[in-house]
């Protein structure tokens, strides 16, 4: 069995205590009024940003048509009132934003290590049963990291923040000077009673099949057949259909819908791509990590070199559709498609081509050769890579739209990833102690402990 070492836990609880601490001192500087705003841009020249009364930043809170392809002309010219206050709107999202995107960013690592846990079951594959207590572990985190996603997504349904701006019920209000007839059109799917019940159908069936799956593969253990070794096999072949059509709808009404006026049919690829990686990347590294502690010793070299396969093969594959999404909307060059990539290319260039230079160039650099698949502190290295890449990816999907040109890294960003950072830490590897890290009784275990590629 393993024991969870003190120093692991201590630092964990320390992270998340400094993590907090830098939150809620993001909540606490932000302006609550236009003086407050005024004063600060006059502080720090305008802004984090440059010039916000440029539109192009405006699809969370300006005007959403100058935002999107519509008038220009009419949200170029706002007064100066409207446009203090719109940057205040965007000041009073920040720390919302940067809280949702490290809450979504460690939710969809646990996802989509289910995900790939399920795959593992479903094609009875014989390499991987010594891995899956790991996994296991790692997915213990959903259950927390879902009831934390429901209750930000259920305080911005009661208006308690205001990132996702499509929620605002004058936009869908044909008398209203703010009706935005592209949102109302859209608000057969976008209205927030469906937007939190699909929320908790998503969240209850991820949770209901790693309660089951895992509950099974513990019965294997003792057990005298391979009874629930088949029940897992028939229910992890469910959950993946289930999972396919959900991951997509969830990630346009989690993702997407921030900005309400765009859309992608990639999306939802998009997105499970970049779940991929990361969550391999996290079995990887915590595997290489137990490995070192003196644990997991049925894992050899061989694992590791399949895993950073995995790590290379979805990086690939999310630059491919990266790529795909971008070039076909930049060269079709329709306003209210490519605005979405303008706000990204002129307001967030770093974290925009760094990320692209993280998530494809760094891991094909670094895993292209087949030995360094094998060296340990490489795919660890690579690894933190790839992870931040993705966490900025995640970043520059919400932000844009929530908080425009006032972005910045600061405390709510950093103190929101260390707290999520240690939460997660602590979570996993308190799962790890409850129950041994080997998997006895699966039929391919003599298979997996015996893997030689």
Same mark, same amino acid.
Not at 24 to 34: D, Q, R
Not at 107 to 123: E, P, R
Not at 214 to 228: C, G
């Given at each position: ?18 993590? +907090? ?22 502080? %720090? ?6 010039? %916000? ?51 979504? #960013? #460690? #939710? ?8 790939? *846990? ?21 997915? +213990? ?23 996702? %701006? ?39 069936? *991820? ?16 057990? /005298?057949?391979?009874?629930?070794? @088949?029940?897992?096999?028939?229910? /992890? ?19 997407? /819908? ?43 070299? /061989? ?5 950073? @396969? ?9 630059? *491919? ?131 030689? *590629?």
């Amino acid at each position: 069995m393993y024991t969870l070492p003190n120093k692991l836990k201590l630092f964990a609880i320390i992270f998340m205590v400094v993590g +907090a601490i830098g939150m809620v001192t993001g909540f606490l500087s932000a302006p609550s009024t236009t003086a407050e705003v005024k004063e600060m841009m006059a502080s %720090h020249g305008d802004g984090h940003g440059g010039d %916000h009364g440029d539109t192009k930043e405006t699809a969370g809170h300006g005007d959403a048509k100058a935002a999107h392809g519509g008038d220009h002309e009419e949200g170029a010219h706002m007064s100066e009132e409207e446009h203090l206050e719109h940057v205040l709107h965007q000041m009073q999202n920040r720390p919302w934003s940067a809280l949702y995107i490290a809450s979504f #960013f #460690f #939710f969809m690592i646990a996802l989509g290590t289910l995900a790939f *846990y399920a795959i593992q079951h479903a094609a009875q594959a014989g390499w991987s049963p010594v891995l899956f207590r790991v996994m296991e572990g790692i997915t +213990a985190y959903l259950p927390i990291a879902s009831v934390i996603i429901l209750v930000l997504l259920a305080l911005s349904v009661f208006h308690v923040n205001h990132i996702f %701006h499509w929620m605002e019920p004058e936009l869908v209000n044909p008398d209203s000077d703010k009706y935005d007839k592209l949102i109302a059109g859209k608000s057969g799917w976008l209205n927030t009673t469906g937007f939190l019940a699909r929320a908790v159908i998503y969240l209850l069936g *991820y949770n209901l099949y790693r309660y089951f799956s895992r509950k099974w593969t513990l019965n294997q253990d003792n057990a /005298s057949d391979n009874r629930w070794f @088949k029940r897992n096999f028939k229910l /992890s072949a469910g959950f993946l259909v289930f999972f396919i059509y959900t991951e997509s709808m969830m990630s346009w009404d989690w993702i997407m /819908s921030f900005d309400p006026h765009w859309f992608s049919t990639l999306f939802g690829w998009y997105v499970f791509a970049g779940m991929m990686v990361s969550a391999i990347t996290v079995i990887a590294m915590v595997t290489i990590f137990l490995k070192a502690q003196g644990h997991l010793e049925f894992v050899n070299d /061989s694992h590791i070199h399949d895993l950073a @396969k995995y790590m290379f093969g979805f990086s690939i594959f999310w630059t *491919y559709l990266w790529f795909s999404q971008f070039m076909l909307i930049w060269y079709a060059n329709i306003p209210e498609e490519v605005t979405y990539f303008v706000t990204r290319i002129e307001d967030y260039k770093l974290p925009f081509f760094g990320m692209l230079a993280m998530n494809f160039i760094f891991p094909v650099l670094l895993l292209m050769n087949s030995d360094y698949k094998r060296v340990n502190w490489f795919v660890i290295l690579t690894g933190i890579v790839i992870l931040a890449g993705h966490y900025i990816d995640v970043f520059n999907m919400v932000m844009p739209a929530t908080v425009g040109e006032s972005w910045y890294i600061g405390l709510p960003e950093i103190g929101s990833l260390m707290f999520f950072f240690g939460l997660f830490v602590l979570v996993v590897f308190t799962a790890l102690t409850k129950a041994p890290l080997l998997a006895k009784r699966s039929p391919f275990m003599k298979e997996s402990k015996h893997f030689h *590629y």
